[in-house]
């Protein structure tokens, strides 16, 4: 009975939240559901765990979940995922409490879930999805998740020979969970025109089976790329199972098994979120990579990392990081560097507040290449922030940028904000902070100040 008092609860919870604001998403019914059964998300009834799939990693895990969830359902397949909720275990038992009947019964096609990959094993404890897809495991927060070492301890826990994997072919760390099970499917990307390379200033990668140093042919994003140790021979595969090629920035446009896409995002790092979801969509949902490709000219991804807004005569290009991440920071300088036009960079990153202390260390930026941004034709730089922007001049300064090309200041204040970008000469503007001050950005102008 603990079981139907949680799901009346969470269903009575999602009813009042969906009178207040229709369609907003939310984990209080699935938090509120929990204390009353901690084990509510095991006892849902119609749920086959060969129709589930885990999407988990580092870096685009979110995209990779919301198209696969686009594709399949503009098939015709009835999908129920948290795209609307966290990815933690009160996320999933929001919307299984959401889509199931009163009985606690669920009727569909395909559970599609992004999970968090620290809490992983706790929500694979009371749902033992038999598929998983794994993205990458890079640095990323370190108060919570310490290093990628310590993460990918935390997905083997689980790991077991009758689990079906989907890796991304070209992340040594991703791919080295083959060792767990014959049933690998992998995806990755041919080289592009924005593929790179790096001299060895910067860290690179170890291999994951001997800890030797692990070589990278050419960079597609950053610590992503076909790769060789040479200490014991572990690399990437010649030819994945799926393989995004022919990539066109001009037509906005890619190929995979003859088959031509049209690309909603052309940015380096969505290739991998493209690949991986075909690649899901094709073996585990039986929706062909061609009949996968209509669903590419209506998708837009939720919560998207690259926005423009008009500010007066600036176009403002909205790149969003995940803080603490050097693989997203880098992928976005990479991005702003490629742009050969005059530009003025601003950057407004933040303390981390997810709990006590607080964590102002920009340590991550010291991970990233600066130079090709800096050599890029940049007019000016602007780092604001009431607590970090002293750090990230401090960062652009060691790359040996002129202190007279950089605007500090200590401050949030959306007006002072808009004020300083107005000086600029170009027109041309990238932006990278928070998504909460880019929202308040956004509505600034939206209310005409």
């Given at each position: 009975m603990k079981f139907y008092f949680a799901l009346w609860y969470a269903k009575a919870i999602n009813f009042l939240i969906n009178l207040v604001s229709k369609g907003r998403g939310s984990n209080l019914s699935g938090e509120k559901a929990l204390k009353i059964d901690p084990r509510m998300v095991e006892h849902f009834k119609g749920i086959d765990y060969a129709k589930v799939i885990f999407i988990t990693g580092t870096n685009g895990k979110s995209s990779t979940t919301n198209l696969v969830t686009h594709i399949l359902r503009k098939?015709?397949?009835?999908?129920?995922?948290?795209?609307?909720?966290?990815?933690?275990?009160?996320?999933?038992?929001?919307?299984?409490?959401?889509?199931?009947?009163?009985?606690?019964?669920?009727?569909?096609?395909?559970?599609?879930?992004?999970?968090?990959?620290?809490?992983?094993?706790?929500?694979?404890?009371?749902?033992?999805?038999?598929?998983?897809?794994?993205?990458?495991?890079?640095?990323?927060?370190?108060?919570?998740?310490?290093?990628?070492?310590?993460?990918?301890?935390?997905?083997?826990?689980?790991?077991?020979?009758?689990?079906?994997?989907?890796?991304?072919?070209?992340?040594?760390?991703?791919?080295?969970?083959?060792?767990?099970?014959?049933?690998?499917?992998?995806?990755?990307?041919?080289?592009?025109?924005?593929?790179?390379?790096?001299?060895?200033?910067?860290?690179?990668?170890?291999?994951?089976k001997c800890y030797h140093k692990v070589d990278f042919e050419y960079y597609n994003t950053d610590s992503v790329g076909p790769f060789v140790c040479d200490n014991c021979g572990y690399s990437s595969e010649t030819k994945p199972h799926y393989l995004v090629e022919a990539v066109d920035f001009d037509n906005r446009s890619f190929e995979m098994d003859d088959v031509k896409f049209n690309m909603p995002y052309d940015l380096p790092f969505m290739f991998y979120n493209y690949s991986g979801a075909l690649a899901v969509c094709d073996d585990f949902a039986d929706v062909s990579v061609s009949d996968a490709a209509a669903a590419f000219d209506s998708f837009k991804n939720i919560g998207g990392r690259f926005e423009v807004l008009k500010y007066k005569d600036k176009t403002i290009k909205y790149m969003r990081i995940k803080q603490e991440n050097p693989d997203t920071l880098q992928s976005t300088l990479n991005i702003m560097a490629s742009d050969s036009e005059a530009k003025m960079v601003c950057f407004g990153l933040y303390q981390v507040a997810d709990f006590i202390p607080f964590y102002t260390n920009t340590f991550y930026a010291f991970d990233c290449d600066f130079k090709p941004l800096t050599e890029s034709n940049v007019e000016r730089y602007f780092c604001f922030s009431p607590h970090v922007c002293y750090d990230t001049a401090n960062r652009l300064i060691y790359e040996g940028v002129d202190p007279s090309m950089i605007t500090t200041l200590e401050t949030e204040d959306i007006a002072t904000i808009f004020a300083e970008i107005e000086k600029a000469d170009t027109d041309n503007i990238y932006l990278i902070t928070w998504l909460e001050t880019f929202n308040k950005m956004k509505k600034y102008i939206e209310e005409g100040k």
């Open positions: 098939n015709g397949k009835r999908v129920v995922s948290n795209l609307e909720g966290a990815n933690l275990l009160a996320g999933i038992a929001t919307i299984l409490a959401k889509e199931a009947n009163m009985l606690g019964k669920l009727d569909t096609d395909f559970f599609v879930f992004e999970t968090d990959e620290r809490y992983l094993p706790i929500i694979y404890d009371q749902l033992p999805a038999e598929n998983l897809l794994i993205t990458n495991l890079q640095k990323d927060q370190v108060q919570r998740n310490g290093d990628p070492d310590f993460i990918y301890r935390k997905l083997a826990s689980f790991m077991n020979p009758k689990m079906h994997l989907y890796l991304n072919n070209e992340e040594p760390r991703a791919k080295s969970f083959e060792r767990f099970t014959d049933h690998v499917i992998y995806y990755g990307v041919e080289k592009h025109a924005e593929s790179f390379v790096k001299d060895e200033t910067y860290p690179t990668s170890a291999c994951p």
